[in-house]
């Protein structure tokens, strides 16, 4: 269900059920699509901006005085013609992370209880969704505030929303695999806040050569972990249903409630 349903005829309505058997949905290859994507544009990012020499490979021991400069992803695609590409990858992510954010919430709100903390999982990953668009069109060199800034958003409130996925996880259990995603998901939340705390601190340090491999490897266990996201939508359909506007049409929240129930009652 994407919106609202209504029996008596929305304007905007949708549908999420369970599949059953052994078929699996489509939108099982949003998550997988999302991190092959990424994780290949940045990767080519990296090797254009070794090709140009604008960086040092990651595979150097240690970083010569007067040699190129580190080579952490904002710097690998700051200038043209990686930095083209890098805007681009960073807008189609964020923007196929806020539909999986928005699809995740819809999908868990009538699982949960106390909805506080599925509404917070959206807002972090709205937030860290905000930060990656300011990450790709605010190159560090064009505006380095903004640009950390948008550094600060993603890994910050990326973190927390791995964290609070997990816990939604294995507290609502969605077809009893609850423990078989959950402890992949604690185990990788536990590594992007343990690279997210080394690459501070080796920042702090001026040891630039490890802290950008720390950042390649934070980012990967980003991607890695939106990927999870495939196993719980490949039992979820989501449809948009429009129909035309009548004037006995529910409110939006009575509606939506209304969808929760019906979702509840088919899955």
């Known amino acids: 269900m994407w919106g609202a349903y209504s029996p008596k005829g929305p304007a905007l309505a949708a549908l999420s059920s369970g599949m059953d058997g052994k078929k699996c949905s489509v939108w099982m290859f949003l998550p997988l699509v999302f991190t092959l994507f990424t994780s290949a544009g940045l990767w080519i990012v990296y090797f254009i901006a070794v090709e140009d020499n604008k960086i040092l490979p990651l595979n150097l021991p240690d970083r010569k005085p007067g040699s190129k400069r580190p080579p952490y992803i904002s710097i690998a695609g700051d200038t043209p013609p990686a930095s083209c590409v890098f805007s681009q990858v960073m807008n189609m992510a964020a923007f196929l992370a806020l539909v999986m954010a928005v ?10 209880l106390n909805p506080w903390l599925n509404v917070s999982g959206l807002v972090a990953l709205c937030l860290a969704s905000f ?13 380095e505030e903004i640009h950390n800034v948008g550094t600060s958003l993603t890994f910050g409130f990326g973190t ?18 609850g423990r078989k995603v959950g402890i992949p998901r604690v185990a990788l939340s536990a590594s992007i806040t343990l690279c997210v705390v080394l690459y501070f601190i080796l920042m702090a340090q001026g040891i630039h050569i490890h802290a950008s491999r720390i950042q390649w490897g934070l980012v990967m266990c980003f991607l890695c972990y939106f990927g999870t996201f495939a196993v719980e939508f490949r039992h979820y359909r989501f449809e948009i249903v429009c129909s035309e506007y009548q004037e006995n049409f529910l409110s939006f929240s009575e509606s939506l409630s209304e969808a929760s129930e019906y979702q509840t009652d088919q899955v």
């Open 103 to 112: 699809l995740r919430f819809i999908q868990l709100k009538p699982k949960v």
């Open 131 to 143: 930060g990656m668009t300011l990450l790709g069109n605010f190159q560090l060199s064009n505006d």
């Open 160 to 177: 927390l929303a791995c964290w609070i996925q997990s816990a939604l996880t294995l507290k609502i259990n969605l077809k009893n695999e």
